[in-house]
């Protein structure tokens, strides 16, 4: 069965520190990889996308993510982290074969402490 | 700047009462999908379109919900009647047809059924 797994249902980070956020996937067909950020109350905004080719990917707001298809994994990284950064980071997966129809995980509920 | 609008941006109403949700997707993407966040679900498709034919609403309880895209410019989601269980948060997205490009995310509707 297809699945999208964030194993960290919160993280707390010091501003200026680094973070990463996990992601794993289980899906059959090759995966586009995407992750969003939601702050409280707003939709869903794309920090940065994987479909394929260098497996490091940049996104918006210094943030970047690395798919490693042997750890079946896309995990997000910011190697100094703002007090804005504070928000919920969602990792999601689609495929061809199933429109591109997104397949979201749980999410990571970041907090910032000063 | 391109966006994906959504109305109303909150609804609150009684249990029994149809709601309707509305979506402009963003001019010249020919894909739309709905979405629902909860908390204890977290995001979850519920159906998607392609040039305004439906592809996929396995998500949805068929027997109270329904989506459709009169034209290309508007995409409703209709609950009738309604219940409390579908208290949340209705995102509409929508996408190029290009093959697993992007999805941009509307700001959803909050909507609350008492």
């Known amino acids: 069965a297809q699945s999208v797994t964030q194993p960290d249902i919160h993280i707390t980070v010091s501003e200026g520190a680094s973070l990463e956020l996990r992601c794993n996937y289980s899906?059959?067909?090759?995966?586009?990889l995407f992750w969003y950020v939601q702050s409280p109350g707003q939709g869903l905004q794309l920090l940065l996308k994987y479909f394929s080719g260098d497996t490091l990917v940049q996104g918006i707001k210094g943030f970047e993510a690395e798919f490693k298809r042997s750890q079946s994994s896309f995990n997000l990284r910011k190697p100094s982290v703002h007090w804005s950064d504070a928000a919920e980071y969602f990792c999601?997966?689609?495929?061809?074969?199933?429109?591109?129809?997104?397949?979201f995980g749980k999410g990571t509920s970041l907090l910032v402490t000063p | 700047d391109a966006r994906v609008t959504q109305t109303p941006r909150h609804k609150v109403t009684e249990m029994g009462q149809e709601v309707t949700m509305r979506c402009q997707p963003i001019?010249?993407?020919?894909?739309v999908f709905w979405y629902r966040q909860t908390m204890m679900q977290g995001l979850e498709l519920l159906a998607y379109f392609r040039n305004r034919a439906p592809l996929d609403d396995s998500g949805m309880p068929k027997d109270r919900f329904s989506a459709e895209m009169p034209d290309a410019t508007l995409a409703t989601l209709k609950i009738q009647p309604s219940e409390p269980r579908d208290s949340a948060v209705y995102f509409c997205a929508s996408g190029p047809d290009t093959g697993g490009e992007t999805q941009y995310f509307g700001p959803g509707t909050r909507l609350l059924v008492l």
């Open positions: 001019l010249g993407h020919n894909t």
């Open positions: 899906y059959g067909a090759t995966p586009y």
């Open positions: 999601a997966v689609g495929a061809w074969n199933s429109g591109y129809a997104l397949n």
